[in-house]
């Protein structure tokens, strides 16, 4: 198993680098209209998954399906007919991304994978937040 | 884990045993700290799966909140000191 560290640093590096970006895409001026701010809040949201998928990389399917979606491509086939919904997993294939292509045993293992990641990325976000609202950064 | 999905493939057309599945659940409840909490084993199958979608949903609505107070942030966020916490953090 992947050394969490390991995954927390690159998923913090690249979301830094995304958010660092979107500073410099912006205009220094604060959001003016609640359409600006939507639109900031969105390109946010975007990049904290887009930094996932990336550092993740072709590795899981749950980020070779985001990163497809990023780019526009079409979805993989719709899986015909391995999934055991007396479990339940036909909840659970709609909320994980890829999951409709998966069969039952891919899907619970991506699972374990996307909520891995996920739970780093929010403690990451976390993270950034707290270290900019307090007012100095000396160890 | 992976001498269970050879198995699974020389007997043919991919059947996926309820023993690998129940497998594989009992791997995900260790990761939802609901359930964890919970002191019980006895979770059943769809009750971890259903527990799980809610958790996912959670992280999702979590990383939406945490988008939003980041965007308002957006103009003062010092990166490069951010990113040196982090680090700091993680290598202690």
Redesign the interface.
Known sequence: MKNP?TL??KL??RF??A??K??YK?S?S?PASIAE?KR??????AA??ASMASAVGPRRAWSRALLRKMKGRKRARRNPG?M?T????N??CD??PGGEAM???SL??E??H???C??A??Q??????H???SSS?I? | MSSRRQQSRQSGASRITDDQIADLVSKLQQLIPEIRSRRSNKSSASKVLQETCNYIRNLHQEVDDLSHRLSGLLQSTDADSAQATIIRSLLM
């Open positions: 560290n927390k640093k913090a590096s830094l680098k958010m660092k979107l500073k912006m220094p604060p701010k900031r809040h969105r390109a946010v949201r904290a998954y391995n055991n007396r479990f339940g997993l909840h659970l909320i994980v069969d039952s045993c619970l293992n699972t374990a996307y909520i891995k996920l739970v990325q929010v990451i976000m976390r993270e950034i937040l270290s900019s609202s950064t160890l």
